[in-house]
Structures are given as C-alpha cells and as structure tokens.
C-alpha cells in the first residue's frame, strides 16, 4: 500500500509508459462511447446526424490533444527530477479529468447557441456534473487499469546484490568473489551472475538498463534488461554502486581517480576503452562522501 506522499515509481512517468497510456485511454474511451451513447440521456455525442457527428469528432480530438499536451508536461516535469508523489500524480490526472469535463461544458454551450445540439434549460454546473461522471469512466479507469499493468510488468526483472560470504560450501571463497551482481526475470530464473569486482557501471537507457562488465578475459561487454536506474539505486544502497549522474551508477571500487573539472567532477575508471563519466551536482555529495572515506585520489 501506497502512502501519500510517497513518490511515484518512475514506471508511471516513463515515456513508453505515459504514451502507452494515453493510447489506451483514447481507445477505452471510443468502446465506450459506442457502447453508452444508445443507452444515455446525459450526452449529446451523436454518431448519425452528419454535423452532430462532426462535433462529437471534433471534440474527441481536441480532449486527446488536450491529454497529449498535459502528459508531456508531466513526463518533463518528471525527467527534470522534480519529486513528483503520489497525491501530486492523482491530482495531475484529476486535473486532467477537471479539464475535459470544463471542455466537455465549453463545447455544450456553444453547441447550443449554434443549434446544433439543445441544452434543454440546463445549467454549466449541471452539465459540468454530468460530463464528470462520464469523465471519471472513460479517464480514470483506463489510468488506473494501466498502473496497475505497469506495476505488475516492473518486475519482469530482478537485480540484485548477494553475499556469499554466509554460503556453505566446500570450496574456498576468495574475498573479492564474495558479491556478486545477479539478475533474474519474472519468472525468477537466473539470468546474468557476475563478481561485483567485475561490473564496471551501469547506464540507464530509458525503461531500460545496460550492465557494463568485464569477462574473465577481460574484455568489455554489456547486458541490457527493463528495469528503471533509481531501482538499482535503492537496492544496492551502503555499497560501492554509487549513483553519480541521471545517467549513471558506478562501482567505485573501479575508479582510480576523480577529477575536478570545469563543468564540475568525473570519475575515471579503470579500463581504458570507457571516457571518463560525469558527476552532476545532484550526486556530487556521496561521490566525494565516498572517496572521503576511502582516501583516494582527487585531482
């Protein structure tokens, strides 16, 4: 269960996931105007009168660029880093339900005044009221139906950090392979296992994150699987997977020097075919807050 003031899972803000969204809502909405307009009393949708019908279009494109416009500017506001929580995300789409059923109203009346639909004496709060009900049927339920489906899809895949230092077994464990980085899917099977001596960073690519490793020859490979940067961040916190960019989680235990530039610092690693990562302000704290600790190089 969810608190207020929680912040929202970065699946329900991602832009697959808000599109995806959108797409649905416009559909659900479609069915079920197909299905209420014969049976309901309360609009004026019409799909048999030529100009009726117009209008109905007219207004189902403008609600939708109307959404488009709103979703965007959620999906900015929720890359820029802003902490976006639960009551602000319910709120938004509140809003957004608020807005069409005014739209809804605006439309009505100026529908009336031209002829084209019959207000039958009705007032703007009481058609606003009406629309409201509509509203919250073709809008809500698709949002919430669609959380619910991205919630469930986040854990198609597991990273996780494990200590094999509290293992029994007959062979002797070095220090450095006691940790290791493992990955499952939602099935639970075991997918990618690797020493965290081994796992150099991680690099968030939209919905998905790409795992940069060296094998036991050395050499430079990658795995991807969906799965959302600030996870990772949460699940491996207290070790050396520090988060130093948007972009970026890093294990420290392969950086061999910071570097203070001009823009601010970065991190090198020790491989020379990866450039040297970027540390945003954002981050900058536990970055140095870590070599601090560990007394290593800063130039």
Known sequence: MFAWNDKVPGYLLGKVEITMTVVFTALFSVVLLLVSVPFSHNVWFELADSEAFGFTV????????????????????????????YFHYILWNLGEIALVCLLYTMFTVEGDRFGILDLREQTFEVIFLSSLVYCLMSMAVPYTLSAMYFALNDRDNTIRLMNYGSVVTDEVIQPREERKITLFDNSGNLKLSLNLSSLLYIESDDNYIKVWYVDSHSTLKQYMLRCKLKTIEESFAGS???????????????????????DGYEVELDNDTIQQIPVTKTYEENVLAYFNSSARNIN
């Open 58 to 85: 007219l207004f189902f494109f403008i609600a939708l660029l109307v959404v488009c416009l709103s979703k965007r500017l959620l999906y900015g506001v929720g890359r820029s880093g802003a902490a976006i929580t």
């Open 240 to 262: 050396p997977l520090i988060r130093c960019h948007r972009k970026y989680i890093v294990n420290m235990e392969r950086v061999i020097t910071l570097k203070k530039e001009k």
